[in-house]
């Protein structure tokens, strides 16, 4: 039996449908904002006081011969001072700029952020956080006005890992490994450093899904190069086909450098929920 409480009230709709409408004094809650990002965590200390302590740790410790990044993981990643993990910042900086603060959903995450630390860290080290995104973080926390990312998963590797890791095509020669391996390299600085990719827009996300779980694009983009012609374009589109779940179609332009004759490929992403997932595989793509 519905009661004015579970119903709402009734009225016409802006295009005089007759959806209930919220009840009065409630808000309907804006659904949750995604993220999908490619960058580095970084450890900062949340106060002198943590600072503080965090060096009497280690000056109790055995961290002779030790760097201070490999004291640091070393610290971090003994149990008996979980606590200290709890009171540092875990900023996740993109094209090394501060974007997030990180926070695990669930508090047994904490080792994710812990194995995060490298010993010896890379500029070319590369984490992915897929979470949800939150409001911004007081200043008075970490001193970081930025938004809060509430993670579900995270996974840290270095860029020459990934590179090695995506598979050579079958109609690529062994002796064209490097060469295929360049092209690699290029398509992925290529979507890292697309203009204001902090992986919370759907297009943002759904590349950046591509250039971790996805080698068929580099596969892709190796045959172009060895065709004698340049990717000159990665557009994202809101799909045709689309319904009541947010799906994106995103497109790869090659261009033939000597006829200047375009060719394009697209593969279609559904970005939905938290974890993308593709729906069709790279195939040709026609403008209509």
């Known amino acids: 039996m519905e009661t004015e409480t579970t119903r709402g009230i009734e009225g016409p709709s802006s295009e005089g449908s007759g959806q209930p409408l919220p009840a009065a004094g409630r808000t309907v809650p804006d659904p949750p904002s995604f993220v999908y990002a490619l960058g580095r965590i970084e450890p900062r200390f949340s106060s002198l006081a943590a600072e503080k302590e965090f060096v009497q740790v ?26 200290l993990v709890r009171q540092l910042c875990w900023v996740f900086l993109i094209e090394g700029l501060e974007t997030y603060l990180l926070a695990p959903r669930d508090p047994a995450d904490l080792d994710l952020l812990v194995e995060a630390i490298r010993p010896r860290p890379n500029p070319a080290d590369l984490d992915v956080v897929i979470g949800v995104l939150g409001p911004l973080a007081p200043p008075e926390g970490c001193g970081l006005v930025v938004p809060i990312v509430a993670f579900d998963q995270m996974y840290s590797f270095d860029r020459d890992t990934l590179l090695d890791n995506i598979p050579r095509p079958d109609d690529v020669p062994a002796k064209e490994d490097k060469r295929f391996r360049a092209t690699a390299a290029e398509l992925l600085d290529r979507i890292l450093q697309l203009a204001d990719n902090a992986g919370a ?6 590349l950046n899904y591509l250039a971790v779980r996805y080698p068929a694009i580099y596969a892709r983009t190796a045959a172009a190069h060895s065709g004698n012609a340049s990717l000159t374009a990665v557009d994202v589109r809101p799909s045709r086909l ?15 450098r000597q006829t200047d004759v375009t060719e394009k490929y697209f593969v279609r992403v559904d970005v939905t929920e938290e974890f993308p997932f593709l729906v069709t595989k790279l195939s040709p793509y026609y403008d209509r």
């Open 201 to 206: 827009t759907d297009e943002h996300r759904a």
């Open 242 to 256: 689309r319904g009541v779940r947010m799906v994106v179609d995103v497109i790869f332009s090659y261009t033939h």
């Open 58 to 83: 280690t000056g109790r410790a055995d961290a002779a011969g030790l760097t201070d990044r490999e004291a640091l993981q070393a610290i971090l990643s003994d149990r008996t001072n979980r606590y």
